[in-house]
Nanobody
Framework: QVQLVQSGGGLVQVGDSLRLSCAAS?????MGWFRQAPGKERDFVAA????????RYAASVKGRFTISRDNAKNTVYLQMNSLQPEDTGVYYC???????????????????WGQGTQVTVSS
């Protein structure tokens, strides 16, 4: 199976930027990022297809976050700019073992998950 190892979280101030990384131990097709605040469900943030041509974003992050991937390194990234307090949460990367042109936005569409990394945005 595929293991996903995340890095890049931390505590930042409003307006700052962070880049999260997620390295996979094997090939993954669609990859995505989700986040979860305490007591809340895990919500979709961004996703990208195997080719990197197709990407999707939650409305709350569109225009501020950018998802990208480097298949040679089996790594997906989430560049987060103009961070706001509502971006606070545990961020999880996810990988889909099934090939799909359009990446999924639901948790049940993914097969492997990273360990999660905390992102805290303070003002």
């Amino acid at each position: 199976q595929v293991q996903l190892v995340q890095s890049g979280g931390g505590l930042v101030q409003v307006g700052d930027s962070l880049r999260l990384s997620c390295a996979a131990s094997g090939r993954a097709f669609g990859m995505g990022w989700f986040r979860q605040a305490p007591g809340k469900e895990r919500d979709f943030v961004a996703a990208i297809s195997w080719t990197g041509v197709s990407s999707r974003y939650a409305a709350s992050v569109k225009g501020r976050f950018t998802i990208s991937r480097d298949n040679a390194k089996n790594t997906v990234y989430l560049q987060m700019n103009s961070l706001q307090p509502e971006d606070t949460g545990v961020y999880y990367c996810a990988a889909d073992r099934d090939l799909s042109v359009v990446p999924g936005t639901r948790t049940d569409e993914y097969d492997y998950w990273g360990q999660g990394t905390q992102v805290t945005v303070s003002s």
